[in-house]
């Protein structure tokens, strides 16, 4: 990989205030791109109102089930004066941080190794929004 691509932005519209928007296949094919044979590819959001996950890619229950949860978890509607954030979006702040920014997924042989059933999202949870998430590649030392 050396004298290769280190970095790579994707830009992503999400379509509503919630939602999970897959990258997998724009990871992976950013991989392919960057030469990356061996390392891994850290996936990371620089936004405090989306995270990134990784979870299951088959099934889009447990898609509306993960955002149920978090809304469960951390309801939009609270009680008046529940959050102090004036923008209105706290629940969304509270739940980025509670999934996270990015993820670091393994590379070998050129491919991200994920589960059968795994793939990596953008969890948006303030949008409708224009994202960026940021692809850094990190190979093995020679």
Same mark, same amino acid.
């Given at each position: 990989m050396e004298g290769a691509m280190r970095s790579q932005t994707l830009e992503i519209a999400t379509r509503a205030r919630c939602e999970l928007v897959e990258l997998t296949g724009q990871v992976r094919a950013a991989v392919a791109r960057a030469g990356l044979a061996a390392g891994a590819v850290l996936v990371y959001s620089p936004h405090t109102t989306a995270g990134v996950t990784i979870q299951e890619n088959a099934d889009p229950d447990v898609r %509306? &089930?993960?955002? @149920? *949860? @978090?809304?469960? *978890? +951390?309801? &939009?509607?609270?009680?008046? /004066?529940?959050?102090?954030? /004036?923008? /209105?979006?706290?629940? *969304?702040h509270v739940k980025t941080a509670l999934l996270g920014a990015s993820q670091l997924v393994p590379v070998e042989g050129g491919e991200l190794q994920l589960g059968t059933w795994q793939g990596v999202f953008l969890v948006e949870l303030d949008g409708? %929004?224009? %994202?960026? +998430? @940021? @692809? %850094?590649?990190l190979a093995d030392a020679p």
């Open positions: %509306r &089930d993960l955002l @149920l *949860a @978090l809304e469960n *978890a +951390v309801p &939009d509607a609270a009680p008046r /004066g529940a959050y102090r954030h /004036g923008e /209105g979006n706290s629940p *969304a409708p %929004r224009r %994202r960026q +998430v @940021l @692809l %850094r590649f």
